[in-house]
């Protein structure tokens, strides 16, 4: 993709740097921005990292692991134990349909809607919805998996802004781990593009609102993607 050729041209915030001065990766992203409706308005999509690909094999597995004991159990020939091994050859017929369902069905395009209006977070329940104008700040934070020096770290994206908005409690309590005034925080492990192009888009569009009306169409896309997200409009 051309967007991870530009990448590395930009800046990458001190929070998401190690000890030795190098950036801090949060995994392998192999995403696209596109354009997609959020509630009925067009916007950008930074998406994240599908779920459900890894618990429908999650359940394939575990459906799998109870179907084999359980037709042991049915082949020895004692009633009781045939019972018990049916039972359990039923719990993983069970989880193997849920995991081929999930595996086979549509994905949802869930992240971070951009529209002209809003930060969306599509994939929490209610969604996050952030008004533009009361946004603040995007804020990279980082969160030290340890008490060493070395101790690796995990990036996250706060967002500070006026008021709460439409924001869950639970996205709220992890936000005011990092300060006071932010009102939702997004690890960048659950972000399925390059963390800086991620941070540097909301900036973008955060100092740039007469850019904004862009972000209902390929025009947004195509800056994303290219990297066009540093520096004023």
């Not at 799998?64 to 359980?70: K, Q, Y």
């Not at 020939?77 to 849920?98: D, P």
């Not at 595996?103 to 329940?125: F, M, S, Y």
Request: contains cysteine; hydrophobic residues 45%.
């Amino acid at each position: 993709m051309v967007i991870m050729d530009r990448a590395p041209l930009l800046p990458c915030p001190h929070p998401w740097r190690r000890t030795d001065g190098s950036p801090q990766e949060s995994g392998k992203p192999a995403g696209n921005a596109l354009t997609v409706d959020s509630e009925g308005a067009a916007g950008l999509l930074l998406p994240t990292r599908p779920t459900t690909i890894a618990a429908g094999v999650v359940l394939i597995v575990v459906g799998l692991g109870l179907m084999v004991p359980g037709g042991l159990l049915i082949a020895s020939g004692h009633l009781m134990l045939g019972i018990a091994g049916g039972v359990l050859g039923l719990l993983g017929l069970l989880f193997l349909a849920a995991g081929i369902f999930a595996l086979t069905r549509k994905q949802r395009e869930v992240g971070i809607v951009l529209t002209p209006d809003h930060v969306v977070l599509n994939w929490a329940r209610p969604s996050v919805r952030l008004p533009w104008t009361s946004i603040t700040e995007i804020r990279p934070v980082s969160l030290r998996m340890g008490r060493g020096r070395g101790a690796p770290s995990q990036n996250y994206l706060g967002v500070a802004a006026h008021g709460q908005g439409e924001v869950n409690d639970r996205m709220r309590k992890l936000a005011v781990r990092f300060g006071p005034d932010l009102v939702c925080a997004v690890s960048m492990r659950t972000v399925d593009l390059d963390q800086l192009v991620v941070l540097h888009t909301l900036r973008f569009y955060l100092d740039n609102p007469r850019a904004r009306a862009e972000l209902s169409g390929p025009d947004a896309v195509e800056r994303v993607m290219s990297g066009r997200v540093a520096g004023p409009e």
